[in-house]
């Protein structure tokens, strides 16, 4: 069984400087870590592997600082790791992400699974799972809690929905993207830790994967980060005091004034 799982690297704080030309992150200037549900998507695969066999590649798209935090998901029991870099690369909104990952997991060849996390807690779009999905031409479940098996060339899996979960099945290969309420990931071993600390990082840059680079980055991204900024703090708000009728008069009374009613 092929395991791919998707992590991305993202800042490990909010001071994150912005660049005021491009309106995106400057990933380069923090110390990031490996996005929180994409270690639940690594603790699955992992899981997966020593159930079914096989073997698990990570799998990132980013600059060449997140040769970290694929060496710390070696650690963590993958068994390849893989990072997509090039300035081509730069600024891209979640088209241009599952469209040079798309490239990534062809230029690897055959994938039975692909496992993404719920969402990136920088970007929070959760988009770029189910838009790789278009690039690779199969079918995927987002929101997986579990994975109740996988045999015949199906993964049968249940998706947590506001009201309860569904149980889905799909043919192979597929993608899911994963909650928290999946796994426990486990911590590094001492074993892992070794390996991680020699095993090779494969690095693929754009003429490597044959991308069209129009569709990469900035330039190949319709969407385009209009401003960035961090919100100004709420006021602190106005206590109202007295029974239950009073505070009721004097809250009417500030509606009114306020025109809201
Ligand atoms: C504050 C902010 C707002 C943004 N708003 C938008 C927006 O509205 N629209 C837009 O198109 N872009 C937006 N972006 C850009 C977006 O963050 C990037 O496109 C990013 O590469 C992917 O989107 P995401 O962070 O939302 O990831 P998500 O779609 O939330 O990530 C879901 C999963 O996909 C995988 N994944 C995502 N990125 C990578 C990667 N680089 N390498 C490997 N696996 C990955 C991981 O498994 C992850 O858990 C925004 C960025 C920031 C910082």
Not at 177 to 182: A, G, L, P, R, W
Not at 208 to 219: A, E, M, S
């Given at each position: 069984m092929q395991i791919i799982v998707c992590i991305k690297q993202v800042p490990g704080t909010t001071e994150v400087k912005i660049n005021p030309e491009?309106?995106?992150l400057m990933r380069e200037s923090v110390a990031g870590?490996?996005?929180?549900?994409d270690t639940y998507a690594l603790e699955e695969g992992v899981r997966i592997k020593e159930r079914s066999g096989g073997e698990v590649t990570v799998l990132s798209m980013g600059p060449p600082q997140v040769q970290e935090s694929l060496r710390e998901a070696i650690s963590l029991g993958a068994d390849k790791a893989v990072l997509l870099s090039d300035r081509a690369f730069a600024g891209a909104d979640t088209w241009a992400t599952a469209y040079t990952l798309s490239a990534g997991i062809k230029k690897l060849g055959t994938a039975d699974l692909i496992i993404c996390g719920k969402q990136a807690i920088d970007g929070d779009t959760a988009q770029v799972g189910p838009g790789m999905t278009e690039f690779l031409d199969i079918p995927f479940v987002a929101f997986v809690r579990k994975v109740e098996?996988?045999?015949?060339g199906k993964i049968k899996v249940e998706r947590l929905m506001d009201d309860?979960?569904?149980v889905v099945e799909m043919s192979l290969p597929a993608l899911i993207?994963?909650?928290?309420?999946?796994n426990e990931p486990r911590l590094p071993s001492l074993k892992g830790k070794m390996r991680a600390k020699s095993a090779p990082i494969t690095v693929y840059n754009a003429d490597?994967?044959?991308?069209?680079?129009?569709?990469?980055?900035?330039?190949g991204s319709p969407t385009k980060v209009d401003k960035i900024f961090t919100?100004?703090?709420?006021?602190?708000?106005?206590?109202?005091?007295?029974?239950?009728?009073?505070?009721?008069?004097?809250?009417?009374?500030?509606?009114?004034?306020?025109?809201?009613?």
């Open positions: 491009t309106n995106t870590i490996i996005n929180p549900y098996g996988i045999g015949n309860g979960y569904e993207t994963v909650v928290k309420e999946i490597d994967l044959g991308v069209d680079k129009q569709k990469c980055g900035l330039n919100p100004p703090p709420r006021g602190g708000g106005q206590q109202l005091s007295g029974s239950a009728s009073e505070v009721a008069d004097k809250l009417a009374g500030l509606l009114r004034a306020a025109q809201v009613i």
